[in-house]
């Protein structure tokens, strides 16, 4: 090998925090079922990728069915149970929530093939296998509230005079220039 030659390095599958793999071959006729629970240490690494505070609890029922044309329809439910900063005040404020939802996966062509604006929102299939983990961490990070408040939390703006308008700044200072 030549010493001068640059190396090159494959880069490293990036497995989820919450990886749950269902291979499709598992998938016959009748739907498929499982229940999960993120452990202590998929938790901390969800709360770290959503910046919680803390993550105390994430389980899920997912379902899935073949369809036809290669089609899988992922049907889930989850409950969670998290802490994030206030947004006013960065105190903490605790959590729940419990959510459906559903996706359909399949080969990339078959999204324009079934109509992709009606029901399920549509995952190209890019392997043998679906991880119904990432699927609900997904969903679970779409879920979360964006500007939670402790209760109380107040932000307070400062309100402009009632008579001032567009120019009230340009006015102030021509205020000062005719002094």
Do not use: H
């Not at 802490?83 to 729940?96: I, K, N, W, Y």
Request: glycine share 8%.
């Amino acid at each position: 090998m030549n010493a001068n030659r640059p190396k090159f390095s494959r880069p490293e599958f990036s497995r989820p925090e919450f990886f749950r793999i269902v291979p499709l071959a598992q998938l016959g006729s009748e739907p498929f079922r499982q229940e999960m629970a993120a452990t202590e240490a998929e938790r901390e690494a969800l709360a770290r990728r959503f910046d919680l505070l803390g993550l105390d609890r994430l389980a899920a029922e997912v379902e899935l069915i073949r369809q036809g044309s290669g089609v899988i329809l992922l049907n889930a439910s989850f409950e969670a149970a998290f802490v994030q900063s206030c947004a006013v005040t960065l105190d903490p404020v605790e959590g729940a929530m419990a959510a459906n939802f559903a996706l359909r996966y399949g080969p990339p062509d078959t999204e324009s093939e079934d109509g992709a604006g009606d029901g399920p929102a549509f995952e190209p299939l890019t392997g043998d296998f679906i991880d119904i983990g990432e699927a609900v961490a997904q969903e679970f990070s779409l879920a979360l509230p964006s500007f939670p408040r402790s209760p109380g939390a107040v932000l307070e703006i400062e309100k402009p005079p009632a008579d001032a308008g567009p120019f009230a700044a340009l006015s102030r200072l021509t205020d000062r220039q005719d002094r």
